[in-house]
């Protein structure tokens, strides 16, 4: 383990882990600005116990913001879907969790795979900035992407063929529409890790993976997932 000291100034340079949360991912974080919870506020939490500094968390409603934040040095730590297109500004950690991107359609609609919502005349709705719009941007060759606050919102009210999602919160949306459905199959696997500024040096950055690695193996993440009501998530494998 590396000196508590080092990674202590290099992390927390202010004297508190200043940690951004994405309230809009309710996989991974539920509540309000002024008191979050979920999985990533206690790893959040669990860090600044480790380095025995004050936690504080700045609360977003979209993944860009904190990938923005930690760029801008305004936050120690972030959570966030890895994509090449962060990779170059930001360090990840191995994984901590695996989410699923899907497709929400109409009951009627003639998309039943992924590779049917590739085609000519599909407009996808998407997150801006999300890791699926990330993802979809420089995968899907054919389809149309529209953004908005929510995939399933703009979906829903541009009329288009398609809207993406994470699953879990996208099934309740279905449950909540009749009408319209999950299509199966999922179009990418959403590994969550835990970022930081990429001028960490190397004992400092491999205190933070060796940190994730530890509460993935202890049974952390799952429990805390667990309660967050959010069991089906699926803990990384070791990193």
């Not at 939490?45 to 380095?51: D, N």
């Not at 049917?116 to 060759?141: C, H, M, N, P, Q």
Request: glycine share 8%; hydrophobic share 45%.
């Amino acid at each position: 383990m590396s000196d508590l000291t080092q990674v202590r100034a290099e992390l927390a340079p202010t004297g508190v882990l200043r940690a951004h949360i994405n309230l809009g991912n309710p996989v991974l974080t539920h509540g309000t600005p002024d008191d979050p919870g979920g999985v990533t506020v206690d790893l959040a939490t669990e860090a600044a116990a480790r380095l025995d500094v004050p936690v504080e968390f700045t609360c977003v409603q979209a993944a860009r913001h904190s990938f923005e934040a930690l760029v801008e040095h305004r936050a120690d730590i972030a959570f966030l879907a890895v994509e090449p297109a962060r990779a170059a500004q930001v360090a990840f950690t191995a994984p901590y969790v695996l989410i699923e991107g899907v497709y929400v359609v109409a009951t009627g609609s003639p998309i039943h795979s992924v590779g049917d919502a590739d085609r000519e005349g599909v407009r996808i709705g998407v997150k801006e900035g999300s890791a699926y719009d990330l993802f979809l941007t420089r995968t899907l060759t054919l389809a149309q992407l529209v953004r908005g606050a929510e995939g399933v919102d703009v979906y829903l009210e541009q009329g288009l063929e398609a809207g993406a999602g994470v699953r879990q919160p996208a099934t309740r949306w279905v449950d909540a529409h009749p009408g319209h459905r999950v299509v199966p199959e999922r179009f990418q696997e959403i590994a969550q890790a835990v970022a930081t500024r990429p001028d960490l040096s190397e004992p400092t950055a491999a205190w933070v993976r060796d940190l994730v690695e530890e509460l993935k193996a202890s049974g952390f993440v799952a429990d805390s997932l667990a309660r967050a009501g959010q069991a089906d998530a699926t803990v990384a494998p070791p990193g």
